[in-house]
């Protein structure tokens, strides 16, 4: 039994693994004053049972580590994918041109406390990783140490007891790396005098997400200047901005097509987007006060069902090459994304999981299900196919040198940085290229969980032999260096987004979570001042930022180094 609980085989390794993160999972599951550090209890419980004796084989530790932090990253990537090149759009564009100076302010704070300090380059880049509560980031830096050092003649040893040094620092930064963010969004609030009902009320105006969301009409043809025109001539430059689903003239309804001919009085029901009500309202004429059931229940041959792509044969296919219209007749009016319905436009690309509403004869859409395979059972089985030939692609790419100009090393993107872009890339293109890449939200989850948790506990493990002495030798300096790295970058940014670009208090708010890639001060931050606004501003500077965090580690260990 010795053996089990202080020894290095099999059974020790996996039982020392699953306390680990069993007992850290269950230990963040508690708040205090409504604040948790979630899973990043594993790696406080991993230093402490390491200081105690209790420590992995090393190559097995080395393998969970890395793997891990695959596994993290690859499936944040897949996540964000679908909307990175997006979130460059409009305002999107600013938040991430904020979200860019808060990370090199960040390094510009972690040079500068080196060059006053004296304190090695590379223990700040595990102290910034800490205050930006930046996983991968650290990860990225040991992965780039281990490789030049072994790389360089010095004992894979020695090596390891700097990766050990990065990750204590990373840990002693860690605490306040999360409440510097938290304590700043309180701050912010009456600083701003932020009101938040006005906040809200002014991005609901501007939410693109409500302007693109499909939404229905009932209009009747009461413009003189369309009677007796077909659809085509009609619709003329607002094709594929609007979806008419069905015409009432008098007791009869039926599906039109393009070559439709509309007579004074007749009734259209009309699937469009919020930013193209009036265009409608002024073509056709305005709206009458009608229900969806009034369509239904006078509507006896033809019926409205929802069919669920899960056919890898559609996926990437738009609904103009499907021609469903012509094939099934039967007419394609609104397609449900991530709980999100959008415009049935003739150029929306499919993708699996999409639910597609439809209305027709019951023969027609008994045909197109078989088409597209509506079968949602089926989007529960594990895709895997695509998953790990994409971490293998990513492991390959993030091996391959850089070399830029002054710098002795080569870069790579390494385990963090190669998995994370193709992830993106397989995430946003996939469908387009006919790979399907659909996970379920749960699916996703689960896979960044476990790699998280192997990952942090692999780090803890490896950290605690040398963590105590690193605190005492002088590494109780730490918790200030990242007190300032946090708060300094992160109040500047807050301050001349609000004040020199006009930014919206709750998009600060999700700025400030995503440049920093804290979940916890997201968690906060919606909890504390509600809507999902700062969510939605979270995930749109979360990509670049986690791809700088990950690159500037780098860079960093390798100015060090060299």
């Given at each position: ?259 439709t001919v509309l007579q004074e009085g007749d009734k259209v029901l009309i699937v469009t987007s919020q930013n193209h009500v009036d265009a409608v309202r002024i073509i056709f004429g305005e709206e009458i006060p009608m229900h969806l059931k009034d369509w ?267």
């Amino acid at each position: 039994m010795g053996d089990l609980f202080m020894g290095t085989g099999i059974a020790h390794n996996i039982l020392l693994f699953a306390f680990v993160i069993a007992t850290g999972l269950l230990l963040g599951k508690y708040k205090f004053k409504g604040i948790s550090i979630g899973s990043t209890w594993i790696l406080f419980l991993g230093i402490i049972l390491s200081h105690f004796g209790f420590r992995a084989n090393p190559t097995v530790q080395a393998f969970m580590k890395d793997f891990g932090l695959i596994l993290f990253v690859f499936s944040i990537g897949l996540q964000v994918g679908p909307g990175f090149f997006q979130s460059f759009r409009a305002g999107g564009v600013k938040l991430n041109l904020l979200a860019m100076g808060l990370v090199l302010l960040a390094v510009a704070v972690t040079v500068t406390i080196h060059w006053v300090t004296g304190e090695s380059l590379e223990t700040m880049v595990g102290v910034m990783s800490g205050a930006v509560t930046n996983t991968p980031g650290l990860g990225a830096a040991q992965n780039t140490m281990n490789e030049v050092l072994v790389q360089g003649g010095m004992a894979s040893e020695l090596a390891a007891q700097q990766s050990s040094t990065l990750a204590s620092a990373y840990a002693v930064a860690y605490p306040l790396g999360v409440l510097g963010v938290i304590l700043i969004l309180i701050l912010i609030k009456p600083l701003f005098k932020a009101d938040l009902a006005f906040e809200k009320e002014q991005l609901d105006k501007e939410d693109p997400a409500s302007s693109e969301a499909a939404r229905r009409m009932h209009c009747e043809v009461r413009n003189p200047a369309i009677f007796n025109k077909t659809l085509a001539q009609i619709v003329g430059e607002m094709t594929g901005k609007l979806v008419v689903s069905r015409v009432m003239r008098g007791d009869d309804i039926f599906i039109p097509d393009s070559k439709t001919v509309l007579q004074e009085g007749d009734k259209v029901l009309i699937v469009t987007s919020q930013n193209h009500v009036d265009a409608v309202r002024i073509i056709f004429g305005e709206e009458i006060p009608m229900h969806l059931k009034d369509w239904v229940t006078r509507d006896e041959h033809f019926v409205g069902k929802r069919l669920v792509v899960t056919k890898s044969s559609v996926n990437g296919k738009t609904l103009r090459q499907l021609n469903i219209r012509a094939n099934y007749g039967v007419q394609v009016t609104r397609v449900l994304r991530a709980d999100v319905e959008l415009v049935a436009r003739p150029n929306l690309i499919l993708q699996v999981g999409d639910t597609i509403q439809v209305v027709g004869t019951e023969a027609g859409i008994r045909e197109l299900a078989n088409h597209v395979g509506n079968h949602p059972d089926k989007l529960n089985k594990a895709n895997l196919i695509p998953i790990f030939f994409g971490i293998a692609v990513g492991v390959i790419f993030g091996s391959i040198p850089i070399h830029f100009s002054g710098i002795p090393q080569p870069i790579k993107l390494g385990l963090a940085g190669g998995p994370l872009i193709i992830a993106i890339l397989l995430g946003y293109f996939g469908p387009k290229w006919k790979i399907t890449t659909y996970t379920t939200v749960s699916a996703n989850m689960m896979i960044r969980e476990l790699g998280i948790s192997f990952f942090l506990a692999a780090v803890g493990l490896g950290a605690g032999e040398s963590f105590v002495s690193s605190l005492l030798g002088g590494g109780y300096w730490w918790i200030l260096y990242g007190f300032l790295i946090t708060v300094i970058p992160v109040l500047t940014i807050a301050l001349l987004a609000r004040y020199a670009f006009k930014v919206n208090f709750y998009q600060i708010c999700g700025l400030l979570a995503g440049a920093t890639t804290d979940p916890a001060a997201l968690s906060f931050a919606q909890d504390a001042y509600g809507t999902d606004y700062a969510s939605i501003n979270y995930a749109t500077v979360y990509p670049l930022s986690m791809f700088l965090r990950v690159l500037v580690a780098q860079l960093l260990i390798l100015f060090a180094i060299a």
